[in-house]
């Protein structure tokens, strides 16, 4: 079994494509936790987004106003987030798994309002889907034409997961966003508002995270089916563990899983006669998942992460 140039090119491409969605989607999960605020309802999440994206996406053949109508369903779900666990003191981690049955309930519904009772929408057009910039300005065929032949909203998720590590690092905001998942006690002391700082975080991983969905009807499908997300969003969460909830680290640990992802499609090629089931190979995302949480350590999360502020007491 050799792999070309062409096909080591293609591999890459491939690990940016399956590594986008997971790179925005832990972008909105170190958002919240940052904060003090754990959102598993990550899946959910890009559930909706995928949904509203595609849903919209083939109504009116744009796909930017598919991404803000999926950035839109984001924040709603990240408002009833943030309305239970943060107003209502609700368990964090219980909103979130009702996040996690009550978004994929609304695609779904939705989905069969407005296509005729089907579950899937219909496909999004090539000519909707966002554009190709960079592999275009090589030659046909070439090993950099087949590496960087990603839709144009791979490199937007790059771009906004810079931008989540330079507002978190390097703004007085982000410092506020870290005192107050730390101690917000002693933030509010200092005239922070925790609640605002927190509702802020966690309707941002909600529009993060339904954005991750998004793209993937943009770029690897062209529809929305039910099973669409397929546990990226927990792969999602999994990678901010493993990259001890730092962008930089997440980043990383996303391209491992996406990396696993496009080695797995590869290997069931036929051409490489690589003769394993295919239901095997697609295990392997999964496999990787489990044994990087096993052998990581400890991960420390910010000290008031998922802890309820109750400003009157004592």
């Not at 609700?90 to 005729?116: E, H, M, R, W």
């Not at 034409?145 to 998720?157: A, D, G, R």
């Not at 991750?212 to 690897?220: D, K, R, Y």
Request: proline share 4%; charged share 10%.
């Amino acid at each position: 079994m050799i792999f070309s140039a062409s096909d080591i090119g293609l591999l890459i491409s491939s690990t940016l494509t399956y590594a986008a969605p997971l790179i925005i989607a832990g972008m909105g999960s170190i958002m919240s936790e940052t904060s003090g605020v754990v959102n598993i309802g990550i899946e959910g999440q890009m559930t909706i987004g995928a949904f509203s994206c595609a849903a919209v996406a083939v109504l009116t053949g744009n796909p930017w106003i598919g991404l803000l109508a999926g950035a839109l369903a984001g924040a709603f779900f990240g408002l009833l987030h943030a309305l239970a666990s943060i107003t209502f003191k609700a368990d964090q981690t219980i909103s979130g798994i009702a996040v996690n049955l009550l978004a994929p309930g609304a695609a779904i519904y939705f989905c069969k309002a407005i296509f005729t009772g089907s579950t899937q929408t219909r496909p999004v057009e090539l000519s909707d889907k966002l554009p190709v910039v960079l592999g275009t300005i090589f030659p046909a065929n070439s090993f950099f034409n087949y590496m960087f032949k990603n839709y144009l909203s791979v490199y937007v998720c790059l771009v906004l997961a810079a931008g989540i590590w330079f507002l978190l690092f390097k703004t007085r905001y982000g410092l506020r966003i870290r005192a107050v998942g730390e101690h917000p006690r002693a933030a509010a002391t200092l005239g922070i508002s925790v609640f605002k700082v927190r509702y802020f975080c966690v309707l941002l991983s909600g529009i993060l995270a339904a954005l991750g969905g998004a793209i993937i009807p943009l770029s690897t499908v062209s529809y929305f089916f039910p099973s669409i997300i397929s546990g990226q969003g927990f792969i999602a969460i999994a990678a901010v563990i493993f990259g001890k909830f730092k962008p930089k680290n997440t980043v990383l640990a996303c391209f491992l899983f996406g990396f696993c992802k496009s080695l797995a499609l590869a290997l069931g090629n036929p051409k490489f006669g690589f003769s394993v089931s295919v239901h095997l190979l697609n295990m392997i995302p999964y496999i990787i998942t489990l044994t990087v949480l096993l052998f990581i350590g400890r991960s420390h999360a910010p000290a008031a992460s998922g802890k309820i502020y109750d400003p009157s007491a004592g």
